[in-house]
């Protein structure tokens, strides 16, 4: 554990007190065997917020499959419905024994029983051991009690794991590329669309990105990376399959062999988690879904639009906030575009079924029996009036969705330039069409109804198996050659995407203030290394790294005009001696993020120096 590690790492460095500071350095690294697994730990001990929470959690998620299996077996095995609904008396209604029992129930009581030990061997020897040994690591190590954990930040953590010496040969930025390797290898993979993951058959429903789901997510990371890496350095194969054809073909047939087995193994199971997914969503949502129908049509974003969204190098923590912030906004772009015809329709609707619901409200409260009176309507029969409300209320609250508010005005670009603020994420093809179907349509495709995803997600567990059977290892070939020449290696960090690097002088693009261009065919679209380096600077205001000053000085000369004289005072963006200037480099990064992120390139003059001019100008 950690903890042990940091003990042992103290005993070397009491039995050393005679050898020179450069030989305890030759010794700690080796105290550290796998740095990316206790970073890691680290890290989501604290997402997590601590013991309390990450061991009741674990608790209630085995008390929650207990009560799926018992409450299913019993509606289904124990419950006479025929008697249920002639007697209404549930006590006549249940008919308790094992013969009632059918063999498929068996068999789905047995796989969810291997489940269950499952989960509890892994909060036994898993979880348990987890959340006692880390906190442990923060109480004792880092003097960080349970308490204090619920509001530090992230950054603070950081620093002292660097101060106390367990990471001295570490920065923030090295922390964070080793905490995300391989989610980073997988928003480069996006970004560049390396993976064959487009079924047209499916544009009309989830218009024209590529179909991922969860299931299909947790597959991509468990085929490629075990078999690319091992303690955070690529494997023997892998380093010198740029150099030697032979083992690239045998890499790429390991992969696409792999692509097929765990293709053929979630095709088998795939009955099963149907039925499991379906089950825990009416348990889940069924509830919400009655009391608040109008759920069914809210907007969230895409598993493919989060990985284009995501910077890299960020953090979950960080992530999330963007999201949060930017679905008010986004929302409000989409509706910008509500259709006249079905506002009116709409207003018509909850004009009859309100104006019906105020009658039958008025009634009851002159005779209470209204209530249990029975109306028909030639389809329906013995339905109470009680029943009839709750129905209006149904259609009430999903025609009063389509209706927009009294203070609406028609200004996309605005709604827009909100959006782009927090998610960064802007095709060029946008740029001034904002007004456009075509820029609606696609828009919507990453901000997609809820119900949308969850038909996704439903229909890729039948669908995902064929895409890892038949169609990722047609792009395998292209996959192994994209790691192979976006893999660098760094000293005490080990082998990392190279755009995760953040080194302008490679890959940036001067059209987004980078000093340089990089290799041409190295750029980073849409500016995402740029946007990524000025995220990482809000969260780390105190990083130094001068290659990174030319940027923010280009970016803050062509933003000066956009900036209050009171937020860009202090010219001297780096300079860690002055404590207030620090506080106001990171409000001034924060800007600059929202700056960048609503700008394109309009010229570039011969000096080189590039201008930039908001989207809606």
Sequence with gaps: ???AEYGEYKKIIGQMESATHDSLLLYAPKVYQNTEHNLKKIYSYWYKKGFSYILVTSLLKICQLIFIVVVTTFLTCFVNYKVLFETYDLYLAVEVSIENI??????LLVIAFLYFLYEVFSFIYKDLPFVIQMHNFYSKTLKINETELQTIEWSEVVDRLIKI????????????????????YMIALIENDILSLNISWFDWLFGKQAFLTFSLEKCLFFVIFPIMFKN????RNWQIASKNP????????????RFQKIGF??????????LFWLIYS???????????????????????????IQHYNELPHTFEIRLKRSKKP?????????????????????FVIGSIVIILICLSIIDQKVLTMKLTNGLIEDRTVVWWLGISGIILAIARSVIPTDTFIFEPEIAMKEVRSFIAHLPLHWCGNCRTQIVLDEFKTLFEVRIVGFIREILGIFIVPFQLIIWLPKSTPKLVDFLLQNTDHLDNIGHICSLSTLDLSKYGNSKYGAPNDGERENLSPNGKLEISVIAFLSSNPNYQNPQWNTMIENITSVAINDFSERKIRNKSLRDSNNPTLISSASELYELQYKYLSNSIIIAESNSGFIELQNMNS
């Design 282 to 308: 009416f348990f889940r949502y069924g509830e919400e879904v009655r009391n608040r129908p109008s759920i069914l049509g809210t907007r969230q974003w895409s598993k493919f639009a989060r990985w284009q």
């Design 265 to 274: 193994l979630m095709l088998l199971i795939s009955p099963f988690v149907f």
């Design 102 to 107: 059918h063999i498929v129930v068996w068999f």
């Design 330 to 350: 986004a929302t409000s772009y989409i509706e910008q575009f509500s259709s006249h015809v079905m506002i009116a329709i709409a207003r018509f609707i909850t």
């Design 165 to 184: 010496g367990i990471y001295q040969d570490y920065d923030a930025l090295n922390i964070a590329q080793i905490i995300r390797r391989t989610e980073n």
């Design 246 to 257: 032979e083992i690239r073909e045998q890499i790429i047939h390991q992969l696409k062999r």
């Design 232 to 235: 955070g350095e690529l494997t």
């Design 1 to 3: 554990g950690i903890n």
